[in-house]
Each structure stands twice: as C-alpha cells, then as structure tokens.
C-alpha cells in the first residue's frame, strides 16, 4: 500500500503525540496541585506565569487530540457517540479554560449561550475540542485587547454556534484552503503557533455530528466561524437505529 506525503506525515505525527499525551497530562497534573497549594504564597507575577504554564500546558494538550483525531479520521477509525445534551452545558466544561487562555493573551471573552436553546446530538468530548479550537484561533488571530464573542441560536433543525474575532481577517485567496490538512496561512506561519490540524479536525468532528461549518470574513475586520448541529429532537429516530454513532 502506497501512502502520500501527508498520511506518511500523519503517521509518524501520531507516533510521537501519542508518546507526549502521558508527559503532558502528568504536568498538567502537577500544576493543578501547586496551583491549589501555594495559591496564599504567590505574588501577582507568580500567579501570573503559574497561569501562562497552564495555558501552555492546556494548549499543548489540544494540539495532541487534534493530531490524534486526525490520525483516526483518516483511517476511517473515529468514533462519536451522540447523546442528548446541551451546548451551554458543554461549554461550561471548558468555560474557565478558555477564559484563563483569553486573560493571559490580553483579550475580551464574551459568551452567550442560553440554557434553554434546544438540546442537541452531541458528543461532548470532540465537540468541547472543537469549541476549544475555534476560540482559540480567534485569540491567536486578533488583537491585543480585542473582543472574542461566542453566540449561540437556533437555526431551522439546527443549533447553530459562533465565534467571532475583530482582528486580522482572511483573505479572499485563502478561504478555500481554511479546512485543509496542515494547511497555514504564509502570514501567520511565523508568528502563530499551531499544527494546522484544528480546523481540519473541527470540520471532520463537526460532520461527523451530521453538521455543517461555515466562515465569513473581510480582511482586516475579523472572522467568524459557526457551525450547526442537529438538535437533538429532529434526528432522535435515526440515533436509536444506528445505535448513537456518527
């Protein structure tokens, strides 16, 4: 069986990500509990760094899922299991983490996800990462002090979700190629960090779901990225007969 530069380059990536997902989750580990235990001792500027270690830490950690999801979906091996939940509920799951991300990168977060929007099909696990990529992106991509807004609403059979930034925008050029394996813009390449997975894992995630992705942009103004999942009552029937898979 031939393989093409970009599985060969996926393969050995999930080599090594899946050999750093212990080291990582330990320090992750350990820094909950210094944080916890010299919490009374440190100065602001400890506190401080404490925070951008865990941030790090935290983004290290997506980065190693995203890699990993992508390995399986090329293989045609990623699972989903789809339950009743709501989103507000899934973002509250990582509610704190994205607001320390936000904090430590001198952005506004503002969320607004009401609690009684229709319930959703929803794996929360890869939905939490695709959440957690698409806010990220919007910290990395605007400006210091810039605002970062997540909404949330109905949409026909759909919930629909998005993440809005005021920063650098995309240009029209690059549009088609957002979504695509390892795929980074040559503006940004060497000044933000990632592994050109997250969109192309959200998307397939987001799919996988029976949900769509969409992004708008002008250049210069901002993004924003949505995508639409199912609510939950509208695809029920066809979950209870294919046992809650993708």
Do not use: W
């Amino acid at each position: 069986q031939t393989y093409s530069q970009d599985e060969k380059a996926v393969d050995f990536i999930a080599l090594a990500a899946h050999e750093l997902r212990g080291p990582i989750t330990v320090i992750r580990g350990y820094l909950d509990v210094l944080s916890d235990e010299l919490s009374e001792t440190l100065s602001a500027n400890q506190k401080e760094l404490m925070e951008r270690l865990d941030v790090s830490a935290s983004r290290l950690s997506g980065y190693i899922s995203n890699i990993l999801n992508a390995a399986k979906y090329d293989r045609r091996v990623f699972k989903i299991h789809l339950v009743e939940e709501k989103l507000s509920n899934i973002y509250t799951a990582i509610a704190d983490d994205l607001a320390l991300r936000a904090r430590t990168q001198g952005r506004l977060l503002s969320v607004t996800i009401a609690d009684d929007l229709p319930t959703i099909a929803a794996d929360r696990n890869t939905l939490s990462e695709v959440l957690a990529n698409l806010v990220d992106n919007a910290i990395k991509y605007s400006r210091e002090g810039g605002q970062v807004v997540v909404t949330a609403a109905v949409d026909g059979n759909f919930v629909k979700c998005s993440v809005q930034d005021f920063g650098i925008g995309i240009p029209t050029s690059v549009m088609n190629n957002l979504f695509g394996k390892f795929y980074r813009s040559h503006r940004s390449r060497s000044s933000v960090s990632g592994t050109g997975l997250g969109l192309y894992i959200s998307k397939a995630v987001v799919e996988s779901h029976g949900g769509k992705m969409g992004v708008t942009s002008k250049e210069g103004e901002g993004s924003v990225f949505s995508f639409s999942i199912p609510i939950y009552s509208t695809v029920a029937d066809k979950l209870a007969s294919s046992h809650n898979g993708n």
